[in-house]
């Protein structure tokens, strides 16, 4: 991580819970986004770690996706970019087949704003190939987004 410095790190799949603590978890620097899976089944949960000097708070959507977190900093002033990490189980056992609606509708929630979203899926028919330069995806962002002296 010392070598790479980046600006934000999205883990999904954490299996994180309740017994876990944050203080167990933080990393120095980086302002901890977290959302545990509530149900007694091991697996799922999300961690959302973003530099301190990006200033971030924390987000809530109206869907009730049950695994996510959200966040948003303040880029080149006033542009606010919502970065988020997801995790959708391949298991119906675990939210039953209502869970892809739920994604549905989180989209279309974000869908109007400058977002970033990082995650596990698990559409077995999709196939992502290699991810674009961040800085590219997002030319209106522009420039580093947190840069230290």
Known sequence: MQVIDPDIIAISESWTNESISDSELNLTGYTLFRKDRELDIKG?????????????????FKSDFPEQVWCKVKCNGNTELFTGVCYRTPSENVYGYGIH?????????????????????????????????????????????????
């Open 44 to 60: 799922g949960g999300v961690l959302l770690y973003v530099k301190d000097c990006l200033n971030a708070s924390e987000v809530k």
């Open 101 to 149: 609606a739920s994604v549905r509708e989180l989209v279309s929630e974000i869908s109007n704003k400058n977002f970033v979203l990082f995650g596990g899926f698990n559409y077995r028919e999709i196939e992502c190939g290699p991810m674009p330069n961040l800085m590219v995806a997002l030319p209106n962002i522009g420039g580093a987004l947190c840069s230290t002296p």
